[in-house]
């Protein structure tokens, strides 16, 4: 296992760090720390500019290859841009659903002239995209999508309902899984259709969260318009473009959290030492696993990068979503109780929370999206332990 990143890297890192010194300044430096989880909805417009400033630099798709507008960037040099990215306190990127998701899809699944068509505005931050599957009766039983399209003349057009849209307010495009076989078996006859959002079919309705923002929406289709040829690989064979994407999302774009993660818990150190609850045998007791938690995360995310070959990731990084997502949601109740009574004060009325309280309302989250702790469970047991499948209703 390799514990050190090379010369090669660290100039990278260095790189990167110059890069962003001397960037987040002037009109951006409102931007240090902002954006975050539970905090999405702070400064829109001014992130989207910062998207485009990155993509000028040509900082954003870094993993991508050259031919698609990227650098062509290994695992370990996308990992040190994460772990720079929060040193530098950079915002939360308004781009990231295109770079991370529907970008490396489109390589792995798109038509040349899609991949013409609709990577350069990724790279550019100039077009801004959200995930359309989850539906009411659809999450983690994904396959049960309704949402329905059918064939008119030269366009497809859209019918149903999605929900929890993260971006879907901000976003010009949505990527759809939608049901155009109605009378084919549950996994099939879904297509991967690409939606423009500004349209009179479309309609987007903001679901404030507890932590008082709202990253996510309704989405209603009604007769909502896309050209016949907006479908990703065949129409039909949606299910395997969407699980592309899945495994996009479960791959390595969460393996440079660690910083973030480290400077969250450092917070935290901090204010036990200062308020005294340090002392206390049983909370020093968590902060110390915490600590090893974040330890034994970095460690992993080494592991996992000296064992990838090329960009595909050993069965190791299957347990990745699962351990992050549970060590961070226990953080922010730790981070409550650190605080103790103080933890039920705001920082201002109405509904001003301070950064450690969306912090906890915020992680309530991440053992939900990007698949569940149980889905992600029973990933580990059927894909990388080759367990017998979950039986499922006939
Ligand atoms: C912050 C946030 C952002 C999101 N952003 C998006 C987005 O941009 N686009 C999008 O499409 N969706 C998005 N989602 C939705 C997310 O993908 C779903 O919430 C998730 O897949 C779970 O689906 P569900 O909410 O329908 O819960 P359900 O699937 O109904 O699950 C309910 C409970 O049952 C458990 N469960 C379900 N099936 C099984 C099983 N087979 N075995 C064991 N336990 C099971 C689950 O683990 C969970 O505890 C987002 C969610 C959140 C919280």
Known sequence: MQLRFSAEDEAFRQEVADWLAENLRGEF??????????DENALVDERIAWERHLGAAGWTCIGWPREHGGRDATLAQQVIFH???ARAGGP???GHIGETLLGPTLIAFGSPEQQRRFLPGIVSGETLWCQGYSEPNAGSDLANVQTRARLEDSEWVIDGQKVWTSWAEWSDWCFVLCRTDPEAPKHRGLSYLLVPMEQPGVEVRPIPQITGTAEFSETFFDGARTPADNVVGPPGDGWRVANGTLAFERGASTLGQNLLFRTELEEILRIARQNGRASDPV???RLADAWIGLEIMRYNALRILSQARGAELPPAAMITKLYWATW???LGKLAMDVLGPESMIGD???YQLTALQRLFLFTRSDTIYAGSNEIQRNLIAERALGMPREPRPA
């Open 29 to 38: 430096a409102q931007l240090v720390g902002r954006g975050g989880p539970g």
């Open 83 to 85: 772990e720079e990215y």
């Open 92 to 94: 939360g990127r308004a």
């Open 283 to 285: 909370m020093r007791q």
């Open 328 to 330: 961070h949601r226990n």
């Open 348 to 350: 201002a009325l109405p």
